[in-house]
């Protein structure tokens, strides 16, 4: 440890020595690896002459090691009452404090050295002076059980009810640690019996946990409460049974405590004594009449956390004593099942003996068997199995899955059947199931007549029951040699696995299907109340669309199935209506923008018709624009403005000028000027050569257009807007 013949001096009391070694140049301040230092170890082991020899040398009297002791924490802590008064006298700091925060007189206090104690306090130790857990010196003397410290401590003005960081009061460390004097004391001298901590501990609840018989008959006699519960529920007859004390546990149901009470969780004393394998506790809870049935929230008896927890002797015991081997909890789980997750052999073993169901499934179907080769207990399946367990057993999700697919394989095999029976080619008929080929060269005989599909649904059927035999459970053919522990250990752990990961995936997808479900479901809704239709037709036909693609997926409920339809029906309805209105207001802005146009067109070819009917001679109405005699004009002062329509549809060109008889060519002018003439089509708006004439010579258009035209007005034909004459026989005819 690095001691110097200083040390060792000082250590044993030799002051002649020690100062023979000082004037011979020893330091004085040398320290051990601990930080103990010559004046350290002196007053540590009481020798006062050489604690005042080595101070008068020089050694520092504040020096403390590497925990934080000094001299006086050293003196105080072993009782030397003359070398802590020497130390005091000397200059030591009687306030000072190690690293846990404890000072002299609770360095004295926990040791029980009473003379210190008081001599400290009279030379002016803070009485109230706590460590950093909040531990006074009178709560650490109760806590070691120092009942002269205790009572001098209460004399000298401690306060008995201060408690530590924890809630802790000097009575309740006094209980927790068996000092049955120092409770009764504590008790006269004024502390709270019903003290209790900020979760709900009271000094009978740490008495009754830790097994102290007589701390707990004393309190209960000076009046505490023996159903003082825990903030989670749980009584000092609820701990002791937990911790297995059985003479605590008989003593609290002679002094009054409820044999029933129940944790928040539904747990009693007798299921948490049989959770810990405490069977002498369970016998004696049962004698007292305890109730063997009881289960927590969740469904769990005792029986069922006795197994869980591989306590073979309790899990006799409880059925000796009356417990239903074949209770379930909520889940469906038997004790059976719980001691097989687990992988508790020999519990398994018991219960089957014991008559428990091997066979037994929870709420999804999943036996013992399962629950042993999902967790990997190898050797609780080959027992499982040696004991009679089905190996073919399915859980319902699992045969409901293979259902599916055999329902699948049944459609598409009546299909091929049909087909055969209803004479198209095949390759011939499928192998059977056993695993035989198909003779080569055989094909289904071509008929129309009923017996083929009779043989179809005759083989459909067959296929059917097998796939249901296989489907319940029953080996095939080819495996009933193999042995059942052979079985268990090559397939089913692996089997158990691979099925736990895919269930594991299918779960995650359904969980996304069903969010994206309800997505659909909430823009399908918020459509049909109309805080989505600001964006047109268009995101509500996407809103039916995911609607729709979920439905087919069959990601809904059964309970919401209807629902659904309905929602979806309703936005099919509302998106119809919707497109209908959108195609409506497409025709009405087509037509009133056709309408400028024709105005347009109809103001300038007035004009020039009344010009020319003033040039011939004419009066009243105005003559066509053609001397050849065509449809007479509407009169000049009445509104030309009309719109086109063609087969029930209007359409409409560009916005520019429609060319009338006043800006295009005549046909015998265009004869002659062919090659150069270029004409506006009233259709398209373009510039065109290969331009026509409506047969009243108002309208011109080109040849791509007039096929159109032609199409249209074979239907309703369709109106000049000039003369406001309709137009039905409209040939294609003169070209420029």
Do not use: W
């Not at 199995?385 to 057993?393: C, F, I, K, S, W």
């Not at 259902?403 to 390759?427: D, F, T």
């Amino acid at each position: 440890d690095g001691l110097t013949s200083l040390y060792a001096a000082a250590c044993n009391g030799h002051q002649e020595v020690v100062v023979k070694l000082v004037e011979l140049g020893a330091n004085i301040h040398a320290a051990t690896k601990n930080g103990c230092t010559p004046l350290y170890v002196a007053a540590r082991n009481g020798h006062q002459e050489v604690v005042v020899k080595l101070v008068e040398l020089g050694a520092k009297i504040h020096t403390a090691d590497k925990d934080g002791l000094t001299p006086l924490h050293a003196a105080a802590c072993n009782g030397h009452q003359e070398v802590v008064v020497k130390l005091v006298e000397l200059g030591a700091n009687i306030h000072a404090a190690n690293k846990d925060g404890c000072t002299p007189l609770y360095a004295a206090a926990c040791n029980g050295h009473q003379e210190v104690v008081v001599k400290l306090v009279e030379l002016g130790a803070n009485i109230h002076a706590a460590n950093k857990a909040g531990m006074t010196p009178l709560y650490v003397a109760a806590c070691n059980g120092h009942q002269e410290v205790v009572v001098k401590l209460v004399e000298l003005g401690a306060n008995i009810h201060a408690a530590d960081k924890d809630g802790l009061t000097p009575l309740y460390a006094a209980a927790c640690n068996g000092h049955q004097e120092v409770v009764v004391k504590l008790v006269e001298l004024g502390a709270n019996i019903h003290a209790a901590t900020k979760n709900g501990r009271t000094p009978l609840y740490a008495a009754a946990y830790n097994g102290h018989q007589e701390v707990v008959v004393k309190l209960v006699e000076l009046g505490a409460n023996v159903h003082a519960a825990h903030e989670a529920g749980m009584t000092p007859l609820y701990v002791a049974a937990c911790n297995g004390h059985q003479e605590v546990v008989v003593k609290l149901v002679e002094l009054g405590a409820n044999i029933h009470a129940a944790d928040k969780a539904g747990s009693t004393p007798l299921y948490v004594a049989a959770y810990n394998g405490h069977q002498e506790v369970v016998v004696k809870l049962v004698e007292l009449e305890a109730n063997v049935h009881a289960a927590d929230k969740a469904g769990r008896t005792p029986l069922h956390t006795a197994a869980c927890n591989g306590h073979q002797e309790v899990v006799v015991k409880l059925v000796e004593l009356g417990a239903n081997i074949h209770d379930a909890d909520e889940t469906g789980s038997t004790p059976l099942h719980d001691a097989a997750r687990n992988g508790h052999q020999e519990v398994v073993v018991k219960l089957v003996e014991l008559g428990a169901n091997i066979h037994t499934a929870d709420k999804d179907g999943r036996t013992p068997l399962h629950a042993a080769a999902c967790n990997g207990h190898q050797e609780v399946v080959v027992k499982l199995v040696e004991l009679g367990a089905n190996t073919y057993a399915r859980t319902e999700e699992e045969a409901e899955s293979r259902a599916n697919q055999s329902r699948r394989g049944q459609k598409g095999k009546a299909k091929v059947k049909g087909a055969k029976a209803a004479g198209q080619p095949s390759a011939g008929p499928p192998p059977a199931r056993g695993g035989g080929a198909s003779a080569p060269g055989s094909a289904a005989p071509a008929s129309t007549s009923g017996g083929g599909l009779t043989e179809a649904l005759r083989g459909v059927s067959g296929a059917a029951r097998q796939e249901t035999r296989s489907t319940l459970g029953t080996a095939p053919a080819e495996t009933a040699e193999t042995g059942p522990v052979e079985m268990a250990v090559t397939a089913d752990v692996k089997v158990a696995q691979r099925e736990k990961k895919r269930l594991k995936e299918k779960q995650r997808k359904e969980r996304q299907n069903q969010a994206k479900l309800g997505e659909a479901r909430d823009a399908m809704r918020a459509y049909l109340e109309g805080e989505g239709s600001s964006g047109g037709s268009g995101g509500l036909k996407e809103a039916v669309d995911q609607l729709q693609r979920m439905l087919r997926r069959q990601a809904s409920t059964e309970e919401h199935e209807g629902d659904l339809e309905g929602l979806l029906a309703a936005g099919t309805a509302k998106l119809e209506e919707a497109q209908k209105a959108e195609r409506a207001a497409s025709k009405s802005r087509t037509l009133e923008a056709f309408e400028e146009d024709m105005m347009r067109c109809t103001g300038a070819g007035s004009g020039d018709a009344a010009g020319s009917s003033a040039e011939h001679g004419g009066s009243g109405p105005s003559a066509g624009p053609s001397a050849q005699g065509g449809p007479s004009a509407q009169p000049s002062g009445e509104d030309t403005r009309g719109s086109v329509r063609e087969g029930g549809e209007e359409f409409r060109g560009a916005s520019a000028s429609i060319p009338t008889s006043a800006s295009v060519t005549s046909p015998s002018s265009a004869a002659a000027n062919a090659e150069d003439s270029v004409n506006v089509c009233v259709v398209c708006m373009e510039r065109r050569k290969d331009t026509l004439f409506m047969p009243c010579k108002h309208m011109c258009t080109c040849t791509e257009c007039a096929v159109q035209l032609e199409k249209r007005k074979k239907k309703e034909g369709f109106m000049c807007p000039v003369c406001r004459v309709a137009v039905k026989d409209y040939v294609p005819g003169i070209f420029m």
